[in-house]
């Protein structure tokens, strides 16, 4: 038997059992088991890990524990480096919606498993974001993110900080409904599917070409940029 200690630093704490938060938690083993492993059998999920080290030298997620070895664990930074693109577990509608109202490219389907969303995020580049962290921990998932709150509002402030997402917001850009990007439509050519009020208060519309859906600034988007401004603020 060998004995390996963690400590995990700052929101990777959030993983824990809380009697093991904030202090070194020793681990027995047998055999080879990566750091990956290990922590994973704690409870912190692989993507939500950044810098490794083992007695204070910088180590891959991959690295073989040794006996008595003293291991840290850093979340990863927030930021990503390219546009994200995310793909939304089928309990995350209401995010996907307001992920997408900010202009991002979100998958979302009810009837994916947890074999096809680890597929897919894998074979896309997609972020996969969950509340499930053991969907997190399949061995295929390289870029995601655990939602922390049970609402959808604090969900869309974790992806705005955790993705650094407030400088690329584009409101009116993409479809709530299917994801397709949106296309400026004159009022005129969409007059006939306004209900009164909208035509009245409304000059400014977009449309989606695949299923037709009409946009226009209203009370979902002032919603949505509040919360984005909040955050820029913050
Ligand atoms: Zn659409």
Not at 41 to 67: C, K, M, Y
């Amino acid at each position: 038997m060998s004995t390996a200690y963690f400590f995990f630093h700052g929101r990777l704490n959030d993983f824990l059992e809380r009697d093991k938060r904030g202090q070194i938690v020793s681990v027995d083993f047998q055999g080879e088991q990566s750091v990956k492993h290990l922590a994973e059998s704690l409870g912190a999920p692989h993507p939500e890990i950044g810098e490794v080290r083992v007695n204070g030298r910088i180590e891959a997620l991959n690295f073989i524990t040794q006996d008595g070895d003293s291991v840290d664990l850093f979340p990863i930074p927030n930021g990503f480096d390219s546009e994200p693109r995310f793909l939304l577990d089928c309990h995350l509608g209401r995010l996907t919606a307001h992920l997408r109202a900010l202009g991002f490219d979100c998958l979302y389907e009810n009837d994916f498993d947890d074999p096809d969303m680890a597929e897919i995020v894998a074979a896309e580049g997609r972020i996969l974001l969950t509340r499930d962290r053991r969907l997190l921990m399949r061995k295929k998932v390289e870029h995601g993110y655990c939602l922390r709150s049970l609402d959808s509002m604090g969900q869309l402030k974790e992806c705005i900080l955790r993705f650094d997402l407030a400088r690329r917001i584009r409101p009116f850009h993409r479809c709530l409904k299917c994801n397709h990007p949106l296309e400026p439509v004159e009022k005129e050519k969409v007059l006939h599917l306004l209900e009164p009020l909208t035509k009245k208060y409304y000059d400014e519309f977009h449309q989606c070409p695949a299923c037709g859906q009409v946009y226009w600034k209203g009370s979902h988007y002032v919603r949505m940029k509040q919360a984005a401004e909040e955050l820029r603020g913050g």
